[in-house]
């Protein structure tokens, strides 16, 4: 059941004005306006009471990716304000250093956060630019493929230990979705990469040695003779045994 119109209204003013003023180097005014405006906004939607029950924000995958391409355009501008290449005074770099930085860990993280979990490839890949623009890119990966499948137990780095303070917590879950999330990435694509190739190429020595690519693959079968090209059919008489795997019995001659 969709929720009504007008509550997209708080969504859209607490996430595109503030873009809008720092867009126009009110640094001052994007930075109070996170502050201060998007907490008197929050007071009133807690007040307003909450939306019914399986209620769908309507447009909201057009917010995200205005917001995506919004914040990916303005990024930019935002480096060249902060480092002084716009001739603003220290004070007004200070304001606008934290107007984005406000803007960006609140809005453009969550947005990201929202895309990767979309089933549009399109809609995942944005996401996932605007975790890189961010220098947190590695989260598109840590966060599904680790934080939902070990939510709350020791092998997820991104749930907090009992007692743990947040100086504690933050430079562990930080390091440790790196490292998990790396590995899981590898893990998927390893397993995307077998897929793709030829059933007769999946249990080919050379192929688990070099793990070749298809278009790899084909190519190194057609000119060494394993089995997932060769002219003369089976496996090369040379291809050394590996440990669980059957070699193809030789033929006479």
């Known amino acids: ?110 947005c990201a956060h929202e895309l990767i979990h979309r089933s549009g490839r399109g809609l995942r890949r944005l996401g996932v630019a605007v975790y890189v623009s961010l220098l947190f890119g590695h989260h598109a ?33 930080w390091a440790g979705s790196f490292r998990e999330g790396w590995r899981a990435e590898s893990a998927r694509q390893a397993r995307a990469r077998q897929r793709r190739l030829p059933s007769s190429c999946r249990g080919c020595w050379r192929w688990r040695a070099m793990r070749s690519c298809n278009c790899c693959c084909r190519i190194t079968c057609s000119i060494m003779a394993c089995r997932g090209g060769s002219r003369r059919g089976g496996q090369s008489r040379s291809a050394p045994p590996i440990a669980g795997m059957r070699r193809s019995p030789s033929r006479a001659g």
Do not use: K
Request: net charge neutral; glycine share 10%; no cysteine.
């Open 1 to 110: 059941m969709p929720a009504p119109a007008a509550s997209m209204l708080p969504f859209r003013a607490a996430s595109l004005l503030p873009l809008l003023a720092g867009a126009a180097l009110w640094g001052l005014a994007a930075a109070a306006y996170l502050t201060l405006f998007t907490f008197a906004l929050d007071t009133l939607i807690a007040a307003s009471g909450n939306a019914p029950e399986g209620a769908e924000v309507p447009a909201a995958d057009a917010l995200l990716v205005t917001l995506a391409l919004a914040q990916l355009a303005v990024l930019p501008l935002g480096v060249a304000v902060v480092a002084g290449a716009t001739g603003l005074s220290w004070l007004e770099r200070g304001l606008a250093f934290a107007g984005f930085g406000l803007f960006f860990g609140q809005v453009s993280n969550s």
């Open 141 to 173: 990966s840590a966060h599904p493929l680790v934080h939902h499948r070990h939510v709350a137990t020791p092998a997820d780095p991104n749930s907090a230990r009992a007692g743990e303070g947040f100086y504690r917590f933050a430079p562990r879950a």
